[in-house]
């Protein structure tokens, strides 16, 4: 569930996180839009964004904050860079 682009000749490690509801228009355009250009993603529910959790991890976190600086607005989306290959 992730991709890779290449950076001054090396690959980076790109991985999508969006976090949806059920019946949000624009939550499916985006989903709809990845799927059309080829773009992984990993999907979580926003309720994992309403109460913290045991579970919760820096990525909740992350998009904890940029759905506060959405004005609560769904979708979020993350995008986590991993290593070098």
Not at 9 to 38: F, H, N, W
Not at 65 to 75: C, E, F, H, K
Request: with cysteine; net charge positive.
């Amino acid at each position: 569930m992730f991709y890779s682009i290449r950076y001054r000749q090396k690959e980076v490690i790109i991985m999508k996180y969006i976090y949806t509801a059920p019946d949000c228009p624009k939550c499916e355009t985006l989903k709809s839009g990845y799927r059309t250009q080829g773009i992984p993603f990993k999907e979580r529910s926003a309720d994992r964004l309403k109460n913290p959790a045991h579970d919760r991890d820096d990525i909740d976190v992350e998009a904890f904050a940029q759905l506060s600086m959405q004005n609560m607005v769904l979708p979020v989306e993350i995008t986590k860079e991993g290593g070098f290959n």
